[in-house]
């Protein structure tokens, strides 16, 4: 069969079900944080923690951490970090609201190529989204007052994993919502590399197993 | 034997007078084993907790000190009846109103709020004996929140605070008899007739812990002493020793210590609320004063030996241990003996008319514990322990049975170093008590820390009291002067460590340094001053001579230990604000110049750059206020 023939191949009931449930980890993941960062110094044993959600930036030790981190960068003249100055916080909820319709459509209509475009339109987002993060990061690290009381030499904050920053551990690591979306587009990958797989044995068979379950469906 | 050797031998023996007290018991190796143990008892190593607080009072100092068990490592200083600069306290408008015209107090018993009969957590209250003051501590922040007095008509407040077992009143009696109300003259010559001692209910609210006097009893001018609260069968009442009995004035040490025995009043608490209730009495000095013998049943007096100091109840409330300093023994009241004397009358006269109950028919033991017997505490193993003042020594003893083998019931015996006041057992006066610790408060300590001076510390001992005896394991100094104390095991509360900004009610905090600014209202200049690591804005406050400054300082951080202090120099002003507080001080710009402002309290990297300029311009220089 050609590719656009199997594109225009419709999924099982099982498949549909299987989107439909991932498509629901994207609202879950609404509701989880996206990243967290968290800072050890000697006199912190505790941690100063900030955790990001799709919507919200959420301070440890109820918020008060998100000021505490603000203190702190101050002295090193990096600006204050607000929610507001977060487009995200606004386009990633829409987006993932977006990626929902587009999965009951796909649960719906449930052509391969509904799913072909379900995946790719998420790893944009998802890469774009990573990038963008990435690039605040970088911002915040670079963008340093020079009338500062101390003067670092420009850095980017760890994006994932451990980085030694003055008197400061600081870790940062993706969050159980990122793991959530991270399982939306693994599941439906995998269902895609199934459905390819199922294709790719059929007709190396010769044998019309679409048709046949077409028919039977 | 010649005669010339007989002499020779009686001049060895005569000439040998120790150089030092021999040690009793062994020595060597078994004192370093038992060292070794009592430092591995008592080493909390760096980082970790201590089991409970010890609340002890500061005595004369005014203050509340907090220490922990079994470190014995003082923690905190709680300011109560004295300013502490150290925390700012008694600068700012709220707590400089809360003193008053005092600048200092006399701290003897704290007592912390029960529920049942055990400690809540939730507040601790403490006397104030020479301004006949009581003053409540907030648990949650470990600050004075009201400070009640002086109380009306009262004077010498000892015999406070011991709150009742579900922390309905705080019970207060006067040490010093006056005319009443204060401020009545009466020769001394009339002490016998014109001079009233008063006990007083001291209502406390279950919801705020707010503190008013409820009722007054007026009493024959003896010197009322210390007081316990019962549990259980004897929940309604609560007992005081007294001295001076004889209604002497002049030399007391004499006068008062002629008869051999005192008293022991009776005090049905809950029957003088209802009388209160029902309007008996009349208000003198604003306080509702009720005169014993118009309420049947509400106090009895019960002879005790002689000039007794110690007042307390054991755990199950049903037996009263009263110790006359003066009288080798303490002495054992029943209480269900105590309620039938009552009942039936059992009476051998009365004073004013305040009936005498029968020492026999309510006595049940005399424990010969030893000299001096002053307070006694108990443990959750059926021991009591009495501190012996004369002796230097706690005396440990068996709570029963009391079948007239009063010898027997003493068990132990530990020397303490030296003259012991107060004694605390863990937990030691509830329903029940934790057991394990006691710390000897000792009145002197004559040398046996590092030398500093004449002016020397009291020393604070921690003992062991698990089984049948008594080790000393460690020894601490502590401020002037510790009187009582109250042991808390550590995990009933849980403070708070910043003040969330949520809870801040005051309309002048500010949480951003573009709220801070100056404003004039004709003569009164209002600055709303924002610190936080590492400034102050404004850092620049310009007044007119002779203006009225009102500053309000706000401590924007909500990270814990970012405290942040507002010290004027030249102004005599140190406050010091906690995350998320605010605290007000009010002062007339009456000297001209510039003054700095700084943090007193270190913050952080830059907190030698937290600070900025008070300029008072010279009268007559123009009305304008900078602002920055």
Request: aromatic share 12%.
């Amino acid at each position: 069969m050609s590719l656009t023939g199997w594109l225009e191949q419709v999924l099982s009931p099982r498949a549909r079900i299987i989107v439909l449930g991932a498509g629901a980890l994207l609202l879950v993941a609404l509701w989880f944080p996206l990243w967290e960062i968290t800072m050890f110094a000697q006199m912190f044993p505790e941690g100063i923690r900030m955790w990001v959600y799709p919507y919200k930036l959420v301070g440890g030790k109820g918020g008060a951490d998100l000021a505490g981190i603000n203190i702190l960068n101050h002295y090193i003249g990096m600006r204050a970090i607000h929610e507001a100055d977060f487009p995200e916080m606004k386009f990633i909820p829409f987006a993932l609201g977006l990626f929902f319709l587009l999965t009951l459509r796909t649960a719906i209509f449930a052509r391969i190529h509904h799913l072909v475009d379900l995946l790719v339109l998420f790893i944009y987002f998802g890469l774009f989204s990573l990038g963008a993060f990435i690039y605040r990061m970088y911002s915040f690290g670079h963008q340093l007052d020079p009338g500062a009381p101390f003067k670092v030499a420009p850095f980017t904050p760890p994006i994932f994993g451990h980085q030694h920053i003055a008197n400061f551990d600081v870790y940062s690591y993706p969050g159980t919502g990122t793991y959530l979306l991270g399982a939306f587009a693994l599941i439906l990958g995998l269902l895609l590399a199934v459905e390819a797989r199922r294709e790719w044995a059929a007709s190396r068979s010769k044998t019309p197993v679409r048709a046949e379950r077409a028919v039977l469906a | 034997m010649s005669r010339r050797l007989v002499l020779l031998a009686v001049l060895t023996v005569a000439a040998c007078a120790p150089e030092s007290q021999p040690e009793a018991g062994g020595g060597g190796g078994g004192r370093l084993a038992d060292a070794r143990e009592a430092a591995q008892r008592t080493f909390v190593e760096p980082g970790k907790l201590d089991e409970y607080y010890l609340f002890y009072s500061g005595g004369h100092s005014g203050q509340v000190y907090v220490a922990g068990i079994p470190s014995m490592r003082h923690i905190a200083t709680i300011p109560v009846f004295a300013p502490y600069p150290g925390t700012g306290y008694g600068f700012d408008e709220e707590s400089k109103k809360m003193l008053g015209e005092f600048t200092w107090g006399d701290v003897h018993h704290p007592s912390l709020s029960k529920k049942a009969g055990d400690y809540d957590g939730r507040w601790l209250f403490v006397n104030d004996n020479a301004n006949n003051r009581l003053a409540r501590i907030d648990l949650r922040d470990f600050k004075t929140k009201q400070i009640l007095g002086p109380i009306a008509n009262s004077s010498g407040n000892h015999g406070s605070a011991f709150v009742t077992e579900n922390t309905e009143y705080a019970l207060v009696a006067s040490r010093f008899s006056i005319p009443i109300p204060r401020g009545t003259y009466a020769p001394l010559s009339r002490y016998a007739t014109d001079y009233h001692g008063v006990v007083s209910g001291i209502a406390i609210d279950s919801t705020t812990g707010t503190m008013t006097v409820g009722w007054q009893i007026v009493t024959p001018p003896f010197n009322w002493d210390l007081a316990a609260t019962g549990h259980d069968i004897s929940g309604d009442w609560a007992v005081w020793s007294s001295y001076n009995t004889e209604r002497a004035t002049g030399r007391l040490e004499v006068t008062a210590s002629q008869r051999d025995r005192d008293y022991m009043a009776f005090v049905n608490w809950r029957k003088a609320t209802a009388a209160a209730a029902a309007g008996k009495g009349k208000i003198i000095g604003g306080v509702r004063v009720m005169d014993p013998r118009e309420i049947p049943g509400v106090m009895y007096l019960v002879p005790l030996a002689k000039s007794p100091h110690g007042a307390d109840f054991t755990p199950d409330g049903r037996y009263v241990v009263g110790s006359g300093k003066l009288a080798p023994y303490t002495t054992v009241f029943d209480f269900e003996k105590f309620l039938k004397a009552a009942e039936s009358n059992d009476t051998t006269g009365s004073e004013e008319g305040i009936p005498v109950l029968r020492f026999e028919s309510i006595k049940v033991a005399e424990v010969p514990v030893g000299l001096g017997p002053l307070h006694t505490q108990f443990d959750d193993e059926g021991y009591a322990y009495t501190s012996l003042f004369i002796e230097s020594a706690v005396a440990k003893w068996k709570l029963g049975p009391f079948d007239g083998h009063d010898s027997s019931l003493v068990v132990a015996k530990i020397p303490v170093h030296f003259s012991v006041g107060h004694i605390v057992a863990a937990g030691g006066d509830t329903r029940h008590p934790y057991g394990k610790y006691l710390v000897s408060m000792n009145k002197l300590s004559k040398g046996r820390h590092l030398n500093v001076g004449p002016s020397q510390p009291e020393s604070s001992q921690l003992i062991d009291i698990t089984g049948t005896g008594m080790k000393m394991i460690y020894e601490a100094y502590s401020e002037p002067e510790p009187h009582f104390a109250q042991v808390l095991k550590a995990d009933l509360i849980t403070p708070i460590e910043v003040y969330p900004k949520a809870e801040n009610k005051d309309p002048n905090a500010i949480w951003a340094a573009e709220d801070g600014k100056v404003t004039r209202r004709g003569k009164t200049v209002e600055a709303k001053i924002y610190s936080i690591r590492s400034y102050f804005a404004p850092s620049e406050v310009e007044v007119q001579q002779g203006d009225s400054v009102i500053f309000h300082v706000t401590n924007g951080e909500q990270e814990r230990d970012m405290l942040h202090g507002f010290g004027i120099a030249g102004y005599n002003i140190n406050v010091v604000t906690d995350p998320g507080e605010t605290k007000t001080i009010r002062l007339k710009a009456d000297k001209p110049g510039v003054w700095p402002f700084y943090c007193t309290n270190f913050c952080s990297a830059m907190h030698q750059e937290m600070q900025g300029y008070f300029l008072v311009r010279p009268a007559g220089a123009g009305t304008d206020v900078a602002q920055r």
